[in-house]
């Protein structure tokens, strides 16, 4: 059994996600989000959707994912890491380039360290598929925080998407995005509400935070059990 979630877009998928009652969160999840390209969050709620078009512009997507300085990305330092001398994104790209029907298209963010300091990323892979001239993405979380971490690790994984597609696009012209999913093993639904802005703020720079330099500090320090 399995919570399943469709939607059109990542606000969408944030609304049926917020209504708690509706799942049985001892479940995992299942979320499919068809549109990868609407920029439609809530800009109230989420302070970190001023930088939301960063994801969708590819004039601004390497900057955003190389720099050591943002905390907004996810997991950006084990996703590009490279190997002699080319990153992850390179070598998973050729593959797909190299047979287009392909189910081999995967990254994996574990390293062997992991297993032995027993903290593994809560994202654990990401497999690329071309299905119908679209490029689709499928994720696999070993946990993820409904609230913040969920919006804010989804935009990260659309502009990672998008880096895909580009390479993609140096050979086949006509691919086009297509749809994200994520499997969430264990949806965790924090009270938000409860936080004050202090603790919101920690909260928030913990989310936005855990593969860059500081932000493993940050969770070492305050998250780590």
């Known amino acids: 059994m399995i919570n399943e979630i469709?939607?059109?877009?990542?606000?969408?998928?944030?609304?049926?996600l917020e209504n708690k009652s509706q799942y049985n969160i001892k479940l995992p999840?299942?979320?499919?989000?068809?549109?990868?390209n609407k920029r439609d969050l809530n800009k109230e709620k989420y302070s970190f959707s001023n930088i939301t078009d960063d994801f969708f512009d590819d004039n601004k997507l390497d900057n955003?994912?190389?720099?050591?300085?943002?905390?907004?990305?996810?997991?950006?330092?084990?996703?590009?890491?490279k190997i002699k001398n080319k990153t992850m994104l390179y070598y998973a790209a050729k593959i797909l380039?190299?047979?287009?029907?392909?189910?081999?298209?995967?990254?994996?963010?574990?390293?062997d360290q992991d297993i032995i300091n027993g903290f593994c990323p809560a994202l654990s892979l990401v497999?690329?598929?071309?299905?119908?001239?679209?490029?689709?993405?499928y994720t696999y979380w070993r946990s993820q925080e409904a609230i913040i971490a969920f919006?804010?690790?989804?935009?990260?994984?659309?502009?990672?998407?998008?880096?895909?597609?580009?390479?993609?696009?140096?050979?086949?012209?006509?691919?086009k995005l297509g749809k994200y999913t994520a499997f969430v093993?264990?949806?965790?639904?924090?009270d938000w509400c409860k936080y004050n802005d202090i603790e919101k703020e920690k909260?928030?720079?913990?989310?936005?935070?855990?593969?860059?330099?500081?932000?493993?500090v940050e969770y070492d320090k305050n998250y780590k059990r």
């Open 6 to 16: 469709n939607s059109n877009t990542l606000s969408d998928a944030i609304v049926k």
């Open 29 to 36: 999840f299942l979320i499919t989000i068809k549109d990868v």
């Open 64 to 81: 955003r994912w190389n720099s050591s300085k943002d905390w907004y990305l996810s997991y950006s330092r084990r996703l590009l890491r």
């Open 97 to 111: 380039i190299e047979d287009k029907k392909t189910r081999r298209c995967v990254i994996n963010t574990n390293i």
């Open 127 to 137: 497999q690329f598929k071309i299905v119908n001239n679209k490029l689709e993405m």
């Open 151 to 175: 919006p804010l690790n989804t935009l990260c994984m659309f502009s990672y998407q998008r880096k895909m597609l580009s390479k993609i696009n140096q050979k086949y012209k006509n691919i």
């Open 185 to 190: 093993n264990e949806m965790q639904y924090d």
């Open 203 to 216: 909260k928030f720079k913990f989310y936005c935070s855990i593969i860059d330099y500081r932000g493993e």
